[in-house]
């Protein structure tokens, strides 16, 4: 099937089976690795980018469901070569260790922050409930995600 | 102090990282890469009648199809550690084949491999083998392997026993001091199954060089050179010089990529079959079903106590699963990297742990973050409370009573235990002291009563540990006593370039733990240089010389030792030439802030023109080699003995059984650190893995031998709103043994924690009876344990 997103910005056309995972998609046809692939069953999380601003489990999209939309990856965060306020608090709050689950988390907490300006640690640690850390334990990813919050008000 | 060691530098890996630009395996595309597939077994136990692929052979895309029929069968992968029988029988070590040829043993054995162009292919074309299975009983509990009737995972034995094992004093002894004791207390409980579950899945290419008849294996792995000694000289027999292992970013590890698993000696050999690059990476029910798991013992024990709580010995009796196999260390885990725990923090005069290791029809046992340790670390802690609890003592009373006193390995020698190993330095009782400070103890005990008398449904508990841990593990001679079949020793070379720029290769590899950050650190300090000037280079063995990876909170304690040592070899080579420049002789030298300066005086020379004269060795002293790069093994004299106190506190709802961890406080020692920032994150990583343990986590097999908790639907990893923001604080006492002084932080947290949570809930319990509850607790479980 044909299909055309935009992603990042940048508009792409592909002729794709239709089984194709948006994750699968975007790793194997875009190359854009950034976006994991954790367990592709919608359970970690590492695969969360945006469509059209919302925070999606890519894995458990058909690249054909997203035709027409406007998808964001990890890569796409950042306005040219620094780094988007939610990125900078994660490397300031020690938010990442071994870096698997990150581009996920970064994307939710973008969704978070979105949604809740100003979010308390309680309704950060709710909004995380869809994706797994292993490593960090969640405490580093709860401050980065605070003090991301922060910057991005002031 | 240097500029850089102890600060909390912000890691230089973390760009890459955050921008989606790290580089894990299964992010490579390489030039004409295929596609694995596997065809696993749903059976535990099972004959294998026929395996037909001709069908797949035909669909759309297929490049080969391999059972063991094709010349992989005859390959298996090794275990890396001998334990043998108490009475002097040989472990018993069966094949593990790339792919099960008669028999399966395990639900999730491959039985074929499909290689195709793409990974769609090959997963249809997989879907076509036809496998015609014999069902047969399964074992999955490791005690009930052990019993008469219980089916043979390997039928050339006469039961499932893999090897028998014990340690400490004479059990005779022991039991004798239990039968004179004032109180004996008893438990009774399964240190359960856990699976690793690194976020990132296993992934393996193998590109075969056909020309240059070199193999480049790209690897999910915690340790390279392991990977590629065990693939080249005990797998496939193929020469160690023409194989390239690289593993770039890995995903987390916790032990479960320290292995070498059957898949990727496999891709190794279907790569040189077929002239192409072959890449597979694991889905994650693949993980479940072949990751190799963690813990499994079935322990009953006894700790008899005197009237004042002090302890009078421990008796230990375990039944440890294998698995269907061994894993590559997993003898090592119920044995040497449990039982020489026993001695916990305390005087404990008599100690005796015996093991029965059976194999089972479930996928390998091997270490899982602690291996060994936190399995001890939990007997411990769970028995001295239960006793306390028991004996009507406070929890925190009965270890003061107990403690080793303080000692630092310089002054005061080592703490010879009854379970072989000598600890390096400790002060026990002052991390107990500041977790009770920081918790406000007296406080809460009040708060606790209070809450019990309210009527709001809420049960507080508090619930301690005071864990010890052995870390980097050595000497190598020591363990190859043991059983070890390799080294534990570690390489770091220091290439100094012309300019003053320092390359440093480590055998280290790190999945996390922040490497490149930490260990330009300390180097950058040692040398006076500016971080800058020091990159840090790690996962490929053409690269770094040799190395033995990274787990058992080994990486600065051995590997940044070995760094230290060749910066040792660095700054005395750098002192002839200073010297000869400076016309100078080498004793009225002093090095600092990056020079060589005459003592005394202001003439100086700097690292850097050092460093160029020794590549432009024109004024030069007679007889000195040019250039300036040292690599160096270090082989520690001893493990490296971490230890701290974590305090759990909880609230348990009475209607619901729900456990609410409303705080959790560490007081760790990890001896020197170097990077707090990171030693925090590794600290709060292994409590939450801890917390996982004691409230959610189990795989659960059926008598059938099926995962019943093979996803994430019915795996419970703890998630961000199980856990609360962690409270740390340390104490240093330096490791007396290594040149930073430093012991070890990655598996502390994983160690400490799990007791401290299920003492709290007894804790909450105990006014209603409650002296134990089966892990994970999970509603169901603690809600019972309050109607009982
Ligand atoms: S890969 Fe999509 S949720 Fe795990
Ligand atoms: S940083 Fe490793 S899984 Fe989150």
């Known amino acids: 099937m044909k299909i055309s997103i935009k992603v990042n910005g940048v508009s792409h056309s592909h002729d794709i089976e239709p089984r194709i995972s948006l994750a699968q998609y975007l790793r194997e046809e875009l190359q854009l690795t950034g976006t994991h692939i954790g367990c592709d069953t919608s359970g970690c999380g590492s695969c969360t980018i945006l469509i059209d601003g919302d925070a999606v489990k890519s894995c458990t999209v058909l690249a054909v469901q997203a035709d027409g939309c406007e998808v964001t990856t990890i890569e796409g965060m950042a306005n040219g070569s620094g780094m988007h306020p939610i990125q900078e608090a994660f490397?300031?709050?020690?938010?990442?260790?071994?870096?698997?689950?990150?581009?996920?988390?970064?994307?939710?907490?973008?969704?978070?922050?979105?949604?809740?300006?100003?979010?308390?640690e309680a309704e950060i640690r709710d909004g995380l409930k869809g994706n797994f850390c292993r490593c960090t334990g969640y405490h580093n990813i709860v401050k980065s995600i605070q003090h991301a919050a922060e910057q991005i008000q002031s | 102090m240097g500029a850089f060691v102890g600060k909390p530098i912000k890691r230089r890996e973390d760009a890459r990282f955050?921008?989606?630009?790290?580089?894990?395996?299964?992010?490579?595309?390489?030039?004409?890469?295929?596609?694995?597939?596997?065809?696993?077994?749903?059976?535990?136990?099972?004959?294998?009648?026929?395996?037909?692929?001709?069908?797949?052979?035909?669909?759309?895309?297929?490049?080969?199809?391999?059972?063991?029929?094709?010349?992989?069968?005859?390959?298996?992968?090794?275990?890396?550690?001998?334990?043998?029988?108490?009475?002097?029988?040989?472990?018993?070590?069966?094949?593990?084949?790339?792919?099960?040829?008669d028999k399966i043993r395990h639900v999730g054995e491959a039985v074929a491999a499909v290689v195709a162009e793409t990974l769609e292919e090959a997963r249809d074309a997989a879907e076509l083998v036809e496998v015609d299975y014999d069902p047969l009983p399964a074992v999955t509990d490791p005690e009930k392997a052990m019993s008469k009737d219980a089916p043979l995972v390997h039928d050339q034995w006469e039961d499932n026993a893999a090897f028998d094992w014990c340690i400490g004093n004479d059990r005779a002894e022991v039991e004798a001091a239990l039968a004179g004791a004032h109180h004996v207390t008893e438990m009774e409980f399964r240190n359960q199954r856990l699976a690793p579950n690194a976020i990132e899945p296993r992934s393996y290419i193998s590109d075969y060089d056909v020309n240059a008849d070199k193999w480049t294996l790209y690897t999910s792995t915690q340790n390279p050179h392991l990977i590629r000694l065990l693939l080249c000289a005990f797998v496939l027999g193929i020469p160690e010089h023409k194989v390239r292992v690289v593993s770039h970013d890995v995903g987390g590890g916790f032990g479960s990529k320290i292995y070498h698993y059957t898949e990727e000696a496999l891709v190794t050999w279907i790569s040189r079959e077929i002239g192409r690059p072959v890449k597979w990476t694991a889905d994650r029910s693949e993980a479940f079903l072949t990751d190799a798991h963690g813990r499994d013992h079935m322990v009953r024990a006894k700790m008899g106590f005197d009237k004042e709580g002090k302890i009078l010995g421990i008796l230990s009796d375990e039944y440890c699963a294998m698995g269907a196999y061994l894993s590559t260390f997993a003898p090592a885990v119920p044995t040497y990297l449990h039982g020489t725990l026993f001695q916990g923090v305390y005087t404990t005069p008599l100690i005796h742990l015996n093991v029965t290791a059976p194999f089972t029809h479930t996928v390998p046992v091997d270490a899982y973050r602690g291996a060994g340790r936190p399995e001890a670390t939990y007997l411990l802690e769970r028995i001295i409370s239960k006793g306390a609890q028991e004996m009507g003592i406070d929890a925190a009373e009965i270890r003061f009573k107990n403690f080793i006193p303080p000692f630092d390995g310089v002054n005061q020698e080592g703490y010879q235990t009854q379970v072989a190993l000598q600890y390096d330095s400790g002060n026990y009782e002052a991390t107990l002291k500041r977790g009770l400070e920081m918790l406000g103890y007296e406080d809460f005990r009040k708060e606790q009563e209070k809450a019990r008398n309210n009527g709001n449904g809420k049960l507080l508990g508090v619930g301690i540990s005071t864990y010890i841990e052995g870390c980097g593990i050595a000497p190598s001679a020591v363990v190859g006593a043991l059983g070890a079949r390799a080294g534990l020793y570690e390489v770091g070379q220091v290439r100094v370039q012309p300019t003053g720029k320092v390359s440093v290769y480590t055998g280290a590899h790190s999945h996390g733990q922040g490497h490149e950050t930490v260990f330009a650190q300390f180097v950058a300090d040692a040398l006076g240089i500016p971080m800058d000037d020091v990159e840090i280079e790690h996962g490929d063995t053409e690269q770094v010389a040799f190395g033995m990876g990274t787990y058992g909170s080994r990486s600065l304690a051995v590997g940044g030792s070995a760094i230290i040592k060749s910066i040792e070899?660095?700054?005395?080579?750098?002192?002839?030439?200073?010297?000869?420049?400076?016309?100078?002789?080498?004793?009225?030298?002093?090095?600092?802030?990056?020079?060589?300066?005459?003592?005394?005086?202001?003439?100086?020379?700097?690292?850097?023109?050092?460093?160029?004269?020794?590549?432009?060795?024109?004024?030069?002293?007679?007889?000195?080699?040019?250039?300036?790069?040292?690599?160096?093994?270090?082989?520690?004299?001893?493990?490296?003995?971490?230890?701290?106190?974590?305090?759990?506190?909880?609230?348990?709802?009475?209607?619901?059984?729900?456990?609410?961890?409303?705080?959790?406080?560490?007081?760790?020692?990890?001896?020197?650190?170097?990077?707090?920032?990171?030693?925090?994150?590794?600290?709060?990583?292994?409590?939450?893995?801890?917390?996982?343990?004691?409230?959610?986590?189990?795989?659960?097999?059926?008598?059938?031998?099926?995962?019943?908790?093979?996803?994430?639907?019915?795996?419970?990893?703890?998630?961000?709103?199980?856990?609360?923001?962690?409270?740390?604080?340390?104490?240093?006492?330096?490791?007396?043994?290594?040149?930073?002084?430093?012991?070890?932080?990655?598996?502390?947290?994983?160690?400490?924690?799990?007791?401290?949570?299920?003492?709290?809930?007894?804790?909450?319990?105990?006014?209603?009876?409650?002296?134990?509850?089966?892990?994970?607790?999970?509603?169901?479980?603690?809600?019972?344990?309050?109607?009982?």
């Open chain 1, 91 to 120: 490397k300031e709050h020690h938010g990442l260790q071994c870096g698997f689950c990150t581009p996920g988390m970064v994307m939710t907490a973008a969704e978070i922050i979105k949604a809740n300006p100003n979010p308390t």
């Open chain 2, 18 to 101: 955050l921008k989606g630009a790290g580089k894990y395996t299964d992010d490579l595309k390489l030039h004409g890469m295929t596609q694995l597939a596997f065809v696993r077994s749903p059976f535990a136990h099972a004959k294998i009648l026929s395996v037909d692929t001709s069908k797949a052979l035909q669909a759309k895309g297929v490049v080969a199809v391999y059972t063991a029929a094709d010349g992989c069968g005859e390959f298996g992968v090794p275990c890396g550690w001998q334990v043998d029988f108490k009475n002097g029988e040989t472990m018993r070590e069966p094949v593990h084949p790339l792919l099960a040829k």
């Open chain 2, 569 to 788: 070899k660095i700054l005395e080579k750098g002192a002839k030439i200073a010297a000869h420049k400076l016309e100078a002789s080498e004793a009225d030298l002093e090095y600092a802030d990056g020079k060589w300066t005459v003592k005394g005086t202001d003439k100086s020379i700097s690292f850097g023109d050092v460093s160029l004269t020794a590549y432009v060795p024109h004024d030069y002293p007679e007889g000195l080699e040019p250039g300036l790069d040292f690599s160096s093994f270090y082989d520690p004299t001893n493990f490296t003995y971490p230890f701290g106190t974590h305090i759990a506190v909880v609230e348990v709802d009475k209607e619901t059984g729900k456990v609410d961890l409303k705080r959790f406080v560490a007081c760790d020692d990890v001896g020197n650190v170097m990077n707090p920032m990171i030693v925090d994150g590794q600290i709060h990583g292994g409590i939450a893995q801890g917390v996982g343990q004691a409230l959610l986590e189990e795989v659960i097999y059926d008598d059938q031998g099926q995962m019943i908790s093979g996803s994430y639907m019915d795996y419970a990893l703890p998630r961000a709103d199980d856990l609360p923001m962690i409270e740390t604080d340390r104490t240093v006492t330096p490791c007396p043994h290594n040149p930073l002084g430093v012991k070890g932080a990655g598996e502390a947290g994983a160690i400490g924690s799990t007791p401290a949570v299920v003492n709290a809930v007894v804790d909450a319990l105990s006014h209603l009876g409650v002296t134990d509850i089966q892990m994970p607790l999970t509603p169901q479980r603690v809600w019972k344990a309050m109607q009982n």
